[in-house]
């Protein structure tokens, strides 16, 4: 396979936490575009828009769900209906997510059956599936009770490691290869974070970019109220690779120069 085929293009569609005073952060989603397929990491509050206005949802391979917070999920309620609504006959999507999706979709409408109609829901496990033009390799990280970090790779070009939402940065090593990018959340900005809190900081981030080489660092998932500047500095301290901040509508080529 050659790198071009390797390559494919991040699509940032939603890049906010769980709550925030920023108009337009919406929720956790993610876009991996390739001539061969699509898939999408996450669907937050409010990002279906986004997706819409990007593609035509129903020609997803399959959407990924990190985690059952709504910030990576809800916006499921708003593609269930859109393909229940809009598109005549209605389509189906492939989703993958930790046990109990669907129960939680369900409830939201108090409808059994409600996300059947056009949601595919498999359970999410451990390990390497195909999807696509893609391999897709999950490994548990400390958030909630099932949470997942994600590496995504066509073929065995360079990968994309999400973090989802992950509370012990090295629960990350054993997805990152040499030359990967690496998406990851830094909801505490600078830090410190709390004893009670499951998620990671700056100098979290740029420990263990530096220690897996990384080609580079997306950082998103950042509370209210945290400063930018401040937070890239504390990765960058231990990190000498490229870090920015993602927005919705950034594009990045995952594997090319
Ligand atoms: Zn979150
Ligand atoms: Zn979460």
Redesign the pocket.
């Known amino acids: 396979m050659s790198a071009a085929t390797q390559s494919f293009e991040l699509v940032v569609l939603g890049a906010g ?2 709550f925030t005073d920023q108009a337009g952060a919406t ?2 989603a993610y876009l991996l575009r390739h001539p061969d397929g699509m898939i999408l990491l996450d669907l ?1 509050q409010g990002s279906f828009p986004r997706l819409a206005g990007e593609m035509e949802p129903s020609r997803l391979d399959a959407i990924l769900v990190s985690h059952l ?1 709504p ?2 999920f809800v916006d499921l309620v708003p593609l269930r209906h859109y393909l229940r609504w809009q598109l005549h006959p209605p389509r189906h999507v492939r989703v993958l997510g930790p046990a109990g999706l669907a129960t939680r979709l369900d409830g939201l409408h108090d409808e059994p059956g409600f996300s059947a109609a056009t949601l595919d829901i498999e359970t999410l496990d451990v390990g390497d599936r195909r999807i696509g033009p893609f391999t897709v390799q999950t490994a548990l990280v400390t958030h909630t009770n099932e949470s997942y970090g994600m590496r995504v790779s066509v073929g065995d070009g360079p990968g994309l490691v999400y973090s989802g ?1 992950c509370g012990r940065a090295d629960d990350l090593l054993g997805l990152i290869r040499a030359g990967d990018v690496l998406l990851s ?1 830094v909801s505490f900005g600078a830090g410190p974070v709390p004893g009670d809190a499951a998620h990671l900081a700056g100098p979290d981030v740029g420990g263990v970019a530096a220690a897996t080489g990384v080609r580079a660092v997306l950082l998103t ?1 950042l509370l209210m109220g945290r400063d930018r500047i401040e937070t890239i500095a504390s990765v960058t301290a231990a990190y000498d690779g490229p870090v920015r901040f993602v927005d919705p509508g950034d594009r990045f080529g995952i594997g090319t120069t």
């Open positions: 936490p769980a929720g956790a937050g917070h910030d990576h939402d959340e998932h």
